[in-house]
């Protein structure tokens, strides 16, 4: 049980356009879901937190024009990276909280971004 | 915000020996400390995980401690195997459930 899928994989670009990823929680339904961006040999760095029906919360530097997020389910929250740069290229990674007591975040598998 | 510092970042040990990863964070009201092990290109995987109400938990191999007072955290692996290659990570989570992340460990076991 509790797992998470993220769609795409992988994803290859050209800069100035843009991009969604889509994070599921396929046996669960989750009460929040969060994006976070890695970089080559760093640490996972979170970009925002969504709950269902409701505005996203985004971390400081994030910008939310650029990096829209929508949490339209208990099971679906997506990322759209708009108008794509080289430097948007990146591991972006979600998570899924089911909440009931556990603390316990559920990783989906990651999409690799590569914007040309 | 919460701030995670983890050492070393890097750490080589012979098959068999022990490795332990520490980690400090600022923030005195997280109360969820999670260690992911992460292989390249790979989801984060949860091995162990300790709550502020627990000083110490093991799972086989593996084991957490915790120290509130000093707000510190370290993780121990035991008889290493090369399969325990990988980058670890630990976190720490306030109220809100965020996870803020240490810079990691790249852990290498020589066979």
């Known amino acids: 049980g509790a797992v998470v899928s993220q769609h795409p994989s992988w994803v290859i670009c050209k800069s100035g356009t843009s991009v969604k990823i889509e994070c599921r929680s396929l046996d669960f339904q989750a009460t929040t879901m969060f994006w976070y961006r890695q970089f080559p040999k760093q640490s996972l760095m979170l970009m925002a937190t969504?709950?269902?029906?409701?505005?996203?919360?985004?971390e400081q530097g994030v910008e939310k024009d650029k990096f829209l997020i929508n949490h339209a389910s208990l099971t679906l929250s997506t990322l759209t990276v708009t108008s794509a740069h080289p430097e948007d290229s990146s591991f972006y990674i979600c998570?899924?909280?089911?909440?009931?007591?556990?603390?316990?975040?559920?990783f989906g598998p990651g999409t690799r971004l590569t914007v040309t | 915000g919460e701030n995670v510092e983890q050492h070393p970042s890097t750490l080589s040990v012979q098959e068999g020996d022990s490795a332990v990863i520490k980690c400090t964070y600022s923030?005195?009201?997280?109360?969820?400390f999670p260690w992911y092990k992460q292989e390249l290109g790979k989801r984060p995987q949860l091995i162990i995980d300790?709550?502020?109400?627990?000083g110490e938990k093991k799972d086989q191999r593996i084991a957490v401690t915790l120290n509130k007072t000093a707000k510190h955290f370290s993780l121990h692996i035991t008889e290493t195997q090369p399969e325990d290659s990988a980058v670890y990570f630990c976190?720490?989570?306030?109220?809100?459930?965020?996870?803020?992340f240490g810079a990691g460990t790249t852990v290498t076991v020589r066979a």
């Open positions: 998570s899924a909280y089911e909440g009931r007591g556990s603390y316990e975040q559920y």
């Open positions: 976190a720490a989570s306030p109220n809100d459930y965020k996870l803020s």
């Open positions: 923030d005195s009201a997280s109360n969820y």
């Open positions: 969504s709950n269902e029906g409701s505005k996203a919360t985004y």
């Open positions: 300790i709550r502020s109400n627990v």
